[in-house]
């Protein structure tokens, strides 16, 4: 299954040292069963798509909780086999069960440093956002405004290099 998994500049760093990547939680975002039902319409690649905005908006959550890292979303897009889906948690939820390796991984996608104002911003009210606040809203929108760049795993370290 095609998981998508919220991370870091510093876990995508992590991936590509080591070669594998334990994803916070074991959790990532797919096209589920739920995520299909929850939509009266749309393309396989457009509900992927839904999955990968989800993980992205939790990347802002990875991103919230670290001031250190560099302000950018990234999902690793990833064939995993053992993987639990979890509609009790939400439509596109999944765990996933250990590592991920290197060689599962499909792509990345990464903000380009032109989101990264727009993303620390998003990250500080991302719990506000939750809960409705209306200016919380609207910097969560910025940040997704944003399209995130896509690239290959052999691209990787030269992404890193770069940063």
């Keep these: 299954m095609r998981v998508y998994l ?13 070669g ?7 959790t990532g975002f797919a096209l589920t069963p739920a995520l299909r ?8 690649e457009e509900l992927e798509y839904a999955a990968l905005a989800d993980a ?15 302000s950018r979303r990234v999902v690793i ?6 993987v639990t889906i979890r509609p009790d948690l939400d439509a596109a939820v999944v765990k996933v069960a250990g590592p991920v390796v290197f060689a599962d991984v499909a792509a990345v ?26 200016d919380a809203e609207f910097a969560l929108g910025d940040a997704e405004d944003h399209e ?16």
């Design 20 to 26: 594998k990547l334990h994803p916070l939680g074991g």
């Design 148 to 163: 995130l760049a896509w690239y290959a795993p052999q691209e990787l370290p030269f992404l890193l290099e770069l940063l």
């Design 77 to 82: 897009a990833a064939d995993v086999d053992e």
């Design 109 to 134: 996608h990464v903000d380009a440093s032109e989101a990264e104002e727009a993303v620390r911003s998003a990250a500080a009210v991302i719990d506000a956002a939750d809960l409705g606040d209306p």
């Design 37 to 44: 039902e929850s939509y009266v319409s749309g393309s396989t």
């Design 6 to 18: 919220p991370a870091t500049i510093g876990m995508l760093r992590k991936l590509v040292a080591e």
């Design 56 to 70: 992205a908006r939790a990347s802002l959550r990875l991103l919230a909780d670290d001031e250190k890292e560099l």
